[in-house]
């Protein structure tokens, strides 16, 4: 099983990015697809919950500071993946995990909110916003 995000880099405050997380070695559709954005000072499995979805069904989890700016979605046929991230801030700056996890399809807003369990990680992708 693997996880490889793209799409990262550096970006102005307004802007925006679209991250992709492609999963090979298995079918997303078997499992939740969730983004986290590690936090300072705190092991990547503590990470915030930026958003998850699960693709078999397109059921979808944001976390509440995102405020509407953030959209996930899946391409099964690619098996992968995206975040869509718009009016970026500083704050937004961050490493961004891929994680999937086959027990959180059963519930998004348990499992999402952090990464403890989760089964699976990509090595992540930083995200730089400028002021």
């Known amino acids: 099983v693997q996880l490889v995000e793209s799409g990262g880099g550096l970006v102005q405050a307004g802007g925006s990015l679209r991250l992709s997380c492609a999963g090979s070695g298995f079918s997303i559709t078997d499992y939740a697809i969730a983004w986290f954005r590690q936090i300072p000072g705190m092991e990547r499995e503590g990470s915030e919950g930026v958003s998850c979805i699960s693709p078999d069904d397109g059921s979808t989890f944001y976390g509440d500071s995102l405020k509407g700016r953030f959209t996930i979605s899946s391409d099964n046929a690619k098996n992968t993946v995206y975040l869509q991230m718009n009016n970026l801030q500083p704050e937004d700056t961050s490493v961004y995990y891929c994680?999937?996890?086959?027990?959180?399809?059963?519930?998004?807003?348990?499992?999402?909110?952090?990464?403890?369990?989760?089964?699976?990680w990509g090595k992540g992708t930083l995200i730089t916003v400028s002021s």
């Open positions: 994680s999937a996890d086959r027990v959180a399809i059963i519930s998004l807003e348990s499992y999402c909110p952090h990464g403890y369990g989760m089964d699976y």
